[in-house]
């Protein structure tokens, strides 16, 4: 696991119940879950609005957070660059053409 891995899972790991469930069911159900878990979620989300539920159990946390964990981008900017090399000669600027190769003509 990288380091952008790594903050995405404190991320979820931080979202309270009802919010990781809208994460989830924010995309579509063809995207990254399967009809079961879309149906399964919403159900879910729908008890927590209505209060007949405080908290999802820790299996069901779990379910969630690792469908939470295929339903969201790791943000790039997280991610480490590597180590800079410097271009090889053919590649730098001074080398290059000043515009690209003229067509050739068709005519007959």
Do not use: C, H
């Not at 159900?29 to 879309?38: C, I, K, P």
């Not at 008890?47 to 690792?66: F, K, N, P």
């Not at 590649?91 to 000043?98: K, S």
């Amino acid at each position: 696991m990288n380091l952008a891995e790594a903050r995405r899972d404190e991320l979820i790991l931080s979202m309270d119940d009802s919010d990781l469930l809208k994460v989830v069911l924010g995309k579509s159900r063809d995207e990254a879950l399967s009809a079961v878990e879309y149906d399964a979620f919403k159900e879910m989300q729908s008890l927590l609005m209505t209060g007949e539920r405080q908290v999802l159990s820790l299996s069901q946390r779990a379910w969630v957070e690792e469908a939470a964990r295929r339903v969201m981008p790791i943000d790039s900017s997280l991610v480490p660059r590597g180590r800079e090399v410097e271009p090889p000669a053919s590649l730098r600027r001074e080398n290059l053409p000043l515009k690209p190769p003229s067509k050739p003509r068709m005519d007959e």
